[in-house]
C-alpha cells in the first residue's frame, strides 16, 4: 500500500516537472529570437546572430565536468531551481542593458546545470519501462515550447523587445515554483570528493566510462550530431527564409518552427512504437532527413518548406527519444544519471559549438545561403551514412 502511494506521488510529480520544464524551455527558445531581435536593435553584425549560440553553449562545455556531479549531489528539483534562477537572472541583465551575448551566456550558466537535472530525475522517479513515453512527453512538450516560443519571441519581440523580455523572466520565475513542488528522491552516485580537480577527473571516467560502451557510444554519437545539426538549422532556416522567400523575423521564425511541429509528430511515433533496442535498425532515418535538408536549395514557397521541413522535424523525432533513453538509462546503470547527462551535453554543445561556429565564418565569409543550406544538409546525410554502416552491428 505504500509502495502504490509512494508510486502515485512520483507520478504526480512527473507532472510537476513536465510544467516546469514547458515553461522553462519556452523562455529559453522566446529568449533566443528575443536576443536576436535585440542584436538587430543595436546594429550588430549579421554574423553575431549565430554566435549567441556559441557563448550560449560555452557553459555546457566549460562546466560539464562539475555540473553533472552537482545534480547528482543534491535533491534534483533543487537543482531546476537554482538553474530557472540564473536563468531569470541573466534575463533581467539583458533587459536593463547588459549586451545580448554576454546576457545570453549567463542565461547558458543556468542551462547547463539545469539539463543534467532535467533528464536525470526522469531515472529516478519512473521505472526504466516508462523511459520511452516519458521522453516523448518531454520531447513533446519541449518541441510545443520551441514553436510557441520562436513564435512569441520572433513575433513579439519584433514590435517590443523589452517587453517581451520582460515577460520571458516571469516564465522562468513560474517555472521555479513548480519545481519546489517536484518530488524528492534519494539521492544517488553522490561523490566522496568535491574538490575541482577531483570532479575534473571524475567527469573524466565517466565520459570514458560510457564511450567505451557499445550502446553509451552509440546514443552520444547520433544525439551529438543531431542536437548540434538542429540547433544550428533553425538559424539558417531564419537566413534562408529571408533570401528565398523574403521573410522577416516574425515569419521566419514561425517557419522554423514547422520543423519542431515535426519533431512533436516523431516524438509521439517514437513512444509508442520504437523500443530502444531497435535504435540502430532506424539510423538511416538520418540519411533521408539529411537529403531533405539538401532538397530546400530548390523550394521557392512557403508551403514547399513548410512540409519539408515539418518532414526533417518527423524524422529527427523518430530518430532522438529512443535515443535519448538509451543514453538515459545506459547512463544511470554505469555512471549515474546526472554524470551521463553531464556527459551528453557535453558532446552535444560542442557539436553545436563547432557546427554553429563554422555557420558563423561562413556568414561572415558570404557564402551565398543556399549554398550554405546544401553544405549543411550533405554533411548531415554523409554523416548518417557511415554511422549508420558502422553502428549496424551494436546490440
Known sequence: MQQKSSNQIHTKGFYFFLSAQFLSALADNALLFAAIAMLTKLDAPTWHQPLLLQFFVFAYIVLAPFVGAFADAKPKKQVMFISNGIKFIGCI???????????????????????????????????????????????????????????????????DVDLAIITISILYLIAAIFNKYMPDVPINHKLKKNDPWSLVKDFLNSYKKLWVDPLGQLSLTITTLFWGAGATLRLVIIAWAAYALGYGLDKSTTLSATVALGVAIGAVIAAFLIKMKDSTKILPIGIIMGSLVCSMVFVTTWQSAAIILVLIGILSGLLIVPLNALLQHRGHLLIGAGHSIAVQNFNENLGILILSGTYTLMVKGNIPINGIMFIFGFFVLLSMTVASIYYSKTK
Open 93 to 159: 541583465a539583458m533587459f536593463l542593458g547588459m549586451a545580448p551575448l554576454y546576457a545570453y551566456a549567463i542565461v547558458g550558466i543556468g542551462a547547463a546545470a539545469y539539463s543534467p537535472a532535467k533528464y536525470g530525475i526522469l531515472t529516478e522517479i519512473l521505472p526504466t519501462n516508462l523511459l520511452v513515453a516519458a521522453n516523448g512527453w518531454v520531447e513533446g512538450s519541449t518541441v510545443a515550447a520551441i514553436i510557441l516560443g520562436a513564435m512569441f519571441g520572433g513575433v513579439i519581440a519584433v514590435y
